[in-house]
């Protein structure tokens, strides 16, 4: 699915809402081979977040 989206130019966009360090590590890894975004927070912040943009190679907290 990942390689398919990649060739096609489509790129995933995924919002975490938990603080899992291996399910950060695996949606960054993820986030980073499909050159797309991932958005992170937890439960109790869900108003901020860090967003990962691969497109733009760039990372911010809102």
Do not use: W
Request: with cysteine; aromatic share 12%.
């Amino acid at each position: 699915m990942i390689s398919g989206c990649r060739k096609k130019k489509i790129p995933i966009t995924t919002f975490m809402v938990t603080e899992d360090p291996y399910l950060r590590s695996f949606v960054e890894r993820l986030t980073e081979l499909n050159r797309g975004r991932a958005y992170f927070t937890s439960v109790d912040r869900l108003g901020e977040f860090v967003i990962h943009d691969f497109i733009t190679q760039r990372r911010r907290r809102s």
